[in-house]
């Protein structure tokens, strides 16, 4: 966040910036989804316009508002906090803390920690499609003729949205929150002129319409579900960007502006429906006058901008975390933002969402084709979002069983509804975020297993460090001034790259560091935490550092602050060793002949250890060993 928030010094002053904040970049997906939940719910499912069922409408979004996002959300998940920090990856670290000591459940936890950040990519690819495309749709309103532009419009949008990435959210992120108070003040003003006119649609904040809707229509008000989940795409985003905003200003902005803004803008709709049963269309732009209705097109397609960055941003924060957690291949991230080192950007994977997202636009052309594809990811998401903070619950709170079981059964009554509504979408785009999902799964599993297997046979390759440097005592070698640091995953193991250096070069530094970079399930890790010196004698040291899943891997730095191992590290007087391991694949080991090949391109596509961990080039010898897995 910026300084202006941080050096606030009213605290009502400062939460209300960071309420206004959270306006602009946690409800983005959330306060957009107004534009297509309505059309989607009549229109797909070809409901019949009357009090039946708008009103059963009406009374089932307003209650999946209030226990998905007000009670599941606000209320419960965003208590599971990892030292502030909220998210999928924060939640799997979270109950797999609960879970140590219980391989097999260990084992299905991360499974499902990473197949939830999988769908949360997916999620990251069709929420600018479908957010970008239901705004632009609204020109069909304005001018039928022009409907054959919204493709190549929002292809344009699109392409300048994932271009400006590099730039960073901080330089725009003033604006976000007032232009998004400004759309949630228009989309309610709206919604309060149609219910001035029919204040009966009032009836459905009542369950007994959902309930009623149910008995008297059957079926297809069980698949209509499918639809009206539509209406919480984005909730996860309150407990994903927590860390940013802190639990009390997301809840405050939620209950008191965000919640009443969309709860009149829904029901505004539901009145123009029973006034005008044409309105089904495009319910949402038909509440504009047509005098307003293109600037209020112009102001949709900002707000459904800012509901697509603050996704897009999500999924650089989830693959950055992957990526420390070792879950995908090391790639570059680049810091947008001076103050808040949350503000990442990683050129890769804008990359990919760029050019499937585009892909996405082109295949689906309309957001009611899209439709279909949103709603699997969305409820994924949130149903092992379910699963993992049960088991908080229970191992990290000790909650008792039956309190556990309450809470739960009403999470997952809701969730597995929506997602078995949804079933009949698989066929009609519904596959396509599974596929995605599948994909990025495959790679985070096969690279955290090909790292596995090339650690265990790095090890048995290796040399034991204490009878080696017992040897080197016995007969010294030729030492030379200044201080050699091997980088290596074996702590215990002598590293490959300080065997090469000794037969090559016959010789060894005065002071040699064993240097251990590890990541630990929190995102931040205390000063006292971070650095461990163990003396090895002779001049060699083992050193470990430690760095949280939000923290930079900056080493250069780290080492200069240790203490314990001699004078303080001169890096001019310092040289880094790495073993940099060629992979080839077999199919007498390990994993499938496929995963292996997969493996060895991510492996060979990585960005180095070296660049990842800051370490500067002009003071860097690598050494290369072949592993076959």
Known sequence: MSDSLQDASDPRSRLSALAL????????????????????????????????????????????LMLVVSLKYAGYIMRADNKGEGGIMALTALAQRGVRGRPTVYWLVTMLGLFGAALFFGDGVITPAISVLSAVEGVKVAAPQLDHFIVPITVVILLGLFWIQKRGSGRVGLVFGPIMCLWFVSIAVLGVIQIFEHPYVLKALSPHYALHFFTRVGWPAFFALGSVVLCITGAEALYADMGHFGKKPIRMAWFGFVMPALVLNYFGQGALLLSNGAAVENPFFMLAPQSLLLPFIALATLATVIASQSVISGAYSVAREAIQLGFLPRMQVQHTSAQEKGQVYLPWINRLLLVLTLAVVLGFQSSTNLAAAYGIAVVGTMTIDAMLVMIVFRKLWNWNPLRVAVVGLVFLIVDLAFLTANADKVEHGGWFPLVLGAAMFTVMTTWRRGRELVMSKIRQAGLALEPFIASIVAHPPLRVPGTAVFLTSNAEGVPNALLHNLKHNKVLHERNIILTVETVDTPTVEPEECIEVQSLGDDFYSVFLRFGFAEDMDVPQALAAIKGCGPALDMMDTTFFLSRESIVANDRSGMALWRDKLFAFLQRNAMPATAFFRVPGNRLIELGTQVEI
């Open 21 to 64: 904040g959270a306006i602009g970049v946690v409800y983005g997906d959330l306060g957009t989804s107004p534009l297509y939940t309505m059309k989607e719910t009549f229109g797909v499912h070809g409901l019949p316009v009357d009090e039946v069922h708008v009103l059963g409408v009406l009374s089932l979004v307003f209650w999946t």
